[in-house]
Nanobody
Framework: QVQLVESGGGLVQPGGSLTLSCTAS????????MGWFRQAPGKEREGVSC????????YYRDSVKGRFTISRDNAKNTVYLQMNSLKPEDTAVYYC????????????????WGQGTQVTVSS
C-alpha cells in the first residue's frame, strides 16, 4: 500500500525553525520527484518546493527562497523540508506529494499525497 506520512509540524514563533519529514512506504521515493505543497485557510494549495536527481531539478517558490531547504534521505525513504526564519504568512497545512517532474520552474502534476501537517507561525 502506497503511503506518505508527514510529520514535524507545530507552533513556532516568528523567526523560528521547523523541519518537516515525509516518509514513504509501499514504494521507493528515490525513483520519484518529490514536492512540498501548502494550503493556508481560504487560499489555494501552492507548490513550495520540489526536487529530483540533480541540483538543477530543484525548485523553491520565491517567498521561501533562502529560508527553506528541501532534501531527501533515500536510505530512510524520507524527504525533508527545513524551514528557517519562519513568518506568519508561512502558516498553512503542509503536504508532500510525488510529482511527475521537478524543474526550476516548479513541480509537475501530483500523484500520491500525504495527509498533511499543520505549521502555525505565531507569537
Amino acid at each position: 500500500q502506497v503511503q506518505l506520512v508527514e510529520s514535524g509540524g507545530g507552533l513556532v514563533q516568528p523567526g523560528g525553525s521547523l523541519t518537516l519529514s515525509c516518509t514513504a512506504s509501499g514504494f521507493s521515493l528515490e525513483h520519484y520527484a518529490m514536492g512540498w505543497f501548502r494550503q493556508a485557510p481560504g487560499k489555494e494549495r501552492e507548490g513550495v518546493s520540489c526536487n529530483w536527481i540533480h541540483d538543477s531539478d530543484t525548485y523553491y517558490r520565491d517567498s521561501v527562497k533562502g529560508r527553506f531547504t528541501i532534501s531527501r534521505d533515500n536510505a530512510k525513504n524520507t524527504v525533508y523540508l527545513q524551514m528557517n526564519s519562519l513568518k506568519p504568512e508561512d502558516t498553512a497545512v503542509y503536504y508532500c506529494a510525488t510529482v511527475d517532474y521537478c524543474s526550476a520552474s516548479g513541480p509537475g502534476s501530483t500523484n500520491w499525497w500525504g495527509q498533511g501537517t499543520q505549521v502555525t507561525v505565531s507569537s
